[in-house]
């Protein structure tokens, strides 16, 4: 059993900041890659930001020089620093982890999803 649990957002205005935070929790050997997305009312969920188990990085390039990704393996947390803040930046915030954990006797690997977090930009 894993889950991810999102949280930071909320209304915010234009050129201020924001910090979302995702924490993992359950039968979790290792966190591997983990990426954040984000999905605007009537349209595609998009790819924001990803950041390797290295802690490599890479970024959209509608967010690129505004946002930055970290995470910390000892928390199993991720973070997305969004600065210059704009109305396009509005939607529903989510974070993404390939996990590789335990069920039972087994060792698995998969994705999951937490359960997004809305971010609000005011004009």
């Known amino acids: 059993q894993v889950q991810l649990a999102e949280s930071g957002g909320g209304l915010v205005q234009a050129g201020g900041s924001l910090r979302l935070s995702c924490a993992a929790s359950g039968s979790i050997r290792i966190i591997n890659a983990m990426c954040w997305y984000r999905q605007a009312p009537g349209k595609h969920r998009e790819l924001v930001a990803t950041?390797?188990?290295?802690?490599?990085?890479n970024y959209a390039d509608s967010v690129k020089g505004r946002f930055t990704t970290s995470r910390d393996n000892a928390k199993n947390t991720v973070t997305l620093q969004m600065n210059s803040l704009n109305p396009e930046d509005t939607a529903v915030y989510y974070c993404?982890?390939?996990?590789?954990?335990?069920?039972?006797?087994?060792?698995?690997?998969?994705?999951?999803w937490g359960q997004g977090t809305q971010v609000t930009v005011s004009s």
């Open positions: 950041i390797t188990s290295g802690g490599s990085t």
């Open positions: 993404n982890a390939d996990v590789t954990y335990f069920s039972g006797v087994y060792r698995y690997r998969a994705d999951f």
